[in-house]
């Protein structure tokens, strides 16, 4: 396929920059299997990924990624063909995921939670041609084999423990992974990864070569990381954070990914097993750093990066006790990347998300929807403009004329000041513009979960908004009013939405029935109000049964 076969769905970075990135190295002229490829020349006998079942080297995971690129080709795959990844945390699914970009297929990264509704969506976007799943979640397969009846596009479904390419000679398997490499563009797209963040339905965001490497190796050069250090990861690794934090971060320099699941004591033990010395905490497991099981795997940590919401006093004390080094990260899929540099002051890694990671990197904190900066301090909506940022959604020219700035910044979406400690500008988070739940890192979009409710005959109008969770930090609550004075039960409300095929993690948790819905004079759905409603009922709730949020 040649790059017009996108058809102009992909929006391409001005060329003055893309030119000023080449030639400062902000962008690199080789392909993402080339520099893995490099990494395993280097450091082949260290080891590359420990899981609970599995220990690999770099050469052995170089040698299978080239027999899985050779197998993909064999069954007809071809370089620029989407294949949707629902795969969870196993060795396999970093095998598949080197195997697909070594072919030159574009893993397109969805979440194994996700449904007919979501897959059916995002695959005829993308054109999928094949479907890569994991057999461990049950159902999964068969739901894969059932979506590519009859889908125009899809063509394979590929199961992640089969030995795709296993019988393949391994110096041919060489030969021909360097032979498609050749013809690998550094600027065509490595990957798709799924905006959390914007509305309506999900949108789709291409990185490419040239920077998406450079981007995770950036986050590992930010922490110090080299080929001793040991990376642990929990939450799931094909997500941007997984893949620019865990996976290629820990590749870039030839350290060691020991990839764990979400859940937390076996996640632990497994740190303190293998001696993970850094790890990335989202803000699903803010509560268990704070437990006792988190103890075992201090033994040999020196980093723990938070993520996700903000970071209590108490939580980043708890974190630091016994000498470990806390700070905290903004990422996201779309690029962007804020972290604690190692020298800043407790203060800063406390309080603030830190700086930019490249020195390439420009951001802009503007009065929302206008263009205007505001002062240091003043809170406005996060911009930013660099070398791994998008310029474009894929095949989204409408939303892409409101994402960005008239200059190319990008609209995050979040709130943010800047604040001035000891001369440096760091940024915090002060919240988000955008309608979305942010459910322990899974994003869950207010208005795609209305669009679906309020297609039950029962409810007449639906606000869905975030409720605060000491585990998850937060959960769904629909606001619903009845089309016939009957209340449905949140079982209801659950099998139409099942019925529909929408991933479980977007089902409402609670439901709260009105008589109308709360508006502004302009009719706008007045959400701030329903927030501060649910809170104060949560936190009410929360007092009778004894939880509390000090521990988030
Ligand atoms: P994703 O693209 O799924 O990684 O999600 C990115 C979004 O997660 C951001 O746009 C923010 O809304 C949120 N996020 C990421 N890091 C932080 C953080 N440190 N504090 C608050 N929100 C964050």
């Known amino acids: 396929m040649s790059r017009s076969d996108w058809d102009g769905r992909l929006v391409p970075y001005p060329s003055d920059r893309a030119d000023a990135y080449r030639s400062s190295g902000a962008w690199s002229t080789l392909t993402t299997g080339r520099r893995l490829h490099g990494v395993a ?42 294949v949707l990844f629902q795969l969870t945390n196993r060795l396999d699914t970093v095998v ?18 996700h449904r007919g509704h979501e897959i059916g969506q995002i695959s005829r976007k993308v054109g999928a041609v ?47 992974v360097e032979r498609i490499d050749r013809g690998i ?38 922490l110090g990381w080299d080929e001793n250090t040991v990376v642990a990861h929990l939450i799931p690794i094909v997500h941007n954070a997984g893949i620019s934090c865990g996976l290629h ?28 010395t850094d790890v990335l905490i989202g803000h699903g497991h ?52 804020l972290a604690s540099p190692p020298d800043s002051p407790a203060e800063a890694r406390q309080t603030t998300v ?12 503007l009065e929302p929807g206008t263009e205007d900066v505001v002062a240091d301090g003043t809170i406005g909506e996060l911009c930013c403009r660099g070398p791994y940022t998008i310029v474009g959604y894929f095949d989204a020219p409408d939303h892409n004329r409101t994402a960005f700035t008239s200059d190319g910044f990008y609209r995050t979406g979040d709130l943010a000041a800047i604040s001035l400690i000891d001369g440096v500008r ?23 979960l209305e669009a679906l409710l309020i297609l039950h005959s029962g409810i007449a109008s639906v606000a869905v908004v975030a409720m605060p969770d000491p585990r998850l930090g937060e959960k769904t609550c629909a606001y619903l009013v009845s089309a016939d004075g009957e209340r449905l039960s949140i079982e209801e409300v659950r099998d139409h939405l099942a019925r529909l095929g929408v991933a479980k993690y977007k089902w409402p948790e609670r439901l709260e029935w009105i008589d109308e819905l709360p508006r502004s004079n302009v009719g706008k759905v007045d959400k701030r109000l329903l927030r501060t409603d649910i809170a104060t009922k949560v936190t009410a709730d929360l007092a009778v049964s004894g939880e509390n949020y000090a521990t988030r």
């Open 41 to 82: 020349v280097r450091f082949p006998d260290r080891p590359a990924v420990i899981t609970a079942d599995a220990t690999i080297t770099y050469a052995e995971l170089d040698r299978r990624t080239d027999l899985l690129a050779a197998g993909l080709a064999e069954r007809g795959l071809r370089p620029r063909d989407p």
């Open 96 to 113: 598949a995921w080197y195997g697909s970009i070594k072919a030159g297929v574009i893993p397109v990264a969805t979440l194994a939670a």
């Open 130 to 176: 094949a479907h890569f799943v994991d057999s461990s979640v049950v159902g999964l397969v068969e739901f894969a084999r059932n979506h590519a009846v009859g889908h125009p596009t899809i063509q394979h479904v590929l199961v992640a423990d089969e030995p795709i390419g296993a019988d393949i000679d391994p110096g041919s398997a060489r030969t021909l």
């Open 185 to 222: 563009d550094p600027a065509d797209v490595v990957a798709f990864q799924l905006s959390g963040g914007t509305t309506g339905v999900p949108k789709v965001i291409p990185r490419i070569h040239a920077e998406y490497w450079n981007n995770a190796q950036l986050y590992a050069q930010r």
């Open 249 to 276: 971060a820990a590749h870039s320099v030839g350290a060691c990914l020991v990839l764990a699941t979400p859940d937390a004591p076996s996640a632990f033990q497994l740190m303190a097993q293998s001696r993970a």
């Open 286 to 337: 803010y509560q268990a750093v704070q437990s006792p099981s988190f103890e075992q795997a201090r033994t040999h940590l020196r980093h723990v990066v938070l993520s996700g919401a903000k970071v209590s006093p108490d939580l980043f004390e708890h974190v630091q006790a016994g000498g470990v080094w806390a700070g905290q990260l903004f990422g996201m899929a779309e690029g962007m990347f």
């Open 354 to 365: 830190g700086t930019p990671i490249s020195v390439h990197d420009d951001i802009r904190i």
């Open 426 to 448: 760091y940024v915090s988070i002060e919240g988000r513009i955008k309608d979305v739940i942010n459910r322990g890192g899974e994003k869950i979009n207010a208005e795609e």
